[in-house]
Nanobody, 118 residues
Framework: QVQLVESGGGLVQAGGSLRLSCAAS????????MDWYRQGPGKQRELVAR???????SYSDSVKGRFTISRDNAKNAVYLQMNSLKPEDTAVYYC????????????WGQGTQVTVSS
């Protein structure tokens, strides 16, 4: 069992930056993929960014070029650097782990609120 705890959310003006962190209670080195999801007001939860065990990354079109996902296996942590934030990025951001790298995710954090003011 892996517990995930997000931090780093907050209120920021449009154009600003935030860095989200996800701390895992156990080792993430063998986990197939670590993801960041978000759920905005009245919207469905969406996958924002993924980083695989091998270090490959992928992003949703809405954040590509602005967000960067990274992982530090030694610290059992995953990060999401968010630049050039827009009001539409306002959402609760969730860290999630997929042990196999495919199929439904196995572990979820409680989420951290990001609010971008215009």
């Amino acid at each position: 069992q892996v517990q995930l705890v997000e931090s780093g959310g907050g209120l920021v003006q449009a154009g600003g930056s935030l860095r989200l962190s996800c701390a895992a209670s156990g080792s993430i080195s063998s986990i197939g993929a670590m993801d960041w999801y978000r759920q905005g007001p009245g919207k469905q939860r969406e996958l924002v960014a993924r980083i695989t065990r091998g270090g490959s990354t992928s992003y949703s079109d809405s954040v590509k070029g602005r967000f960067t996902i990274s992982r530090d296996n030694a610290k059992n942590a995953v990060y999401l650097q968010m630049n050039s934030l827009k009001p539409e990025d306002t959402a609760v951001y969730y860290c999630s782990a997929n042990k196999k790298g495919w199929g439904p995710n196995d572990y979820w954090g409680q989420g951290t609120q990001v609010t971008v003011s215009s």
